[in-house]
């Protein structure tokens, strides 16, 4: 069984920056695809983001490319989300996602182990 653990969050103004780490244990993540998720009030989880676990693949959510970067260490057991420029819409509950397969999705269905998230709120 593998836990994941996000921090990181916080509140920040627009145009600011945050970086997000997610922590795994119970087990090594270095063979498993990661992803990160949001999700804002009254809206649906959403994919931002996901990283190969290589990290020689990452692909991006178009509402974010160019301004968040996931990565990741695997002797560390973790992955990282910078995100910089932020805007008000970018304020959601972040959680990190993991599945043990080789490749990278981006649906919410297809990742087997979650965290219980961190805020971000982005304040115009």
């Known amino acids: 069984q593998v836990q994941l653990v996000e921090s990181g969050g916080g509140l920040v103004q627009a145009g600011g920056s945050l970086r997000l780490s997610c922590t795994a244990s119970g087990r090594t993540v270095g063979t498993y695809n990661m992803g990160w998720f949001r999700q804002a009030p009254g809206k649906e989880r959403e994919f931002v983001t996901a990283i190969s676990w290589s990290g020689r693949r990452t692909i991006y959510a178009d509402s974010v490319e160019g301004r968040f970067t996931i990565s990741r260490d695997n002797a560390k057991n973790t992955i990282y989300l910078q995100m910089n420029s932020l805007k008000p819409e970018d304020t959601a509950v972040y959680y990190c996602?993991?599945?043990?397969?080789?490749?990278?999705?981006?649906?919410?269905?297809?990742?087997?182990?979650w965290g219980q998230g961190t805020q971000v709120t982005v304040s115009s």
């Open positions: 996602a993991g599945r043990p397969f080789q490749n990278v999705a981006t649906n919410v269905k297809e990742y087997n182990y």
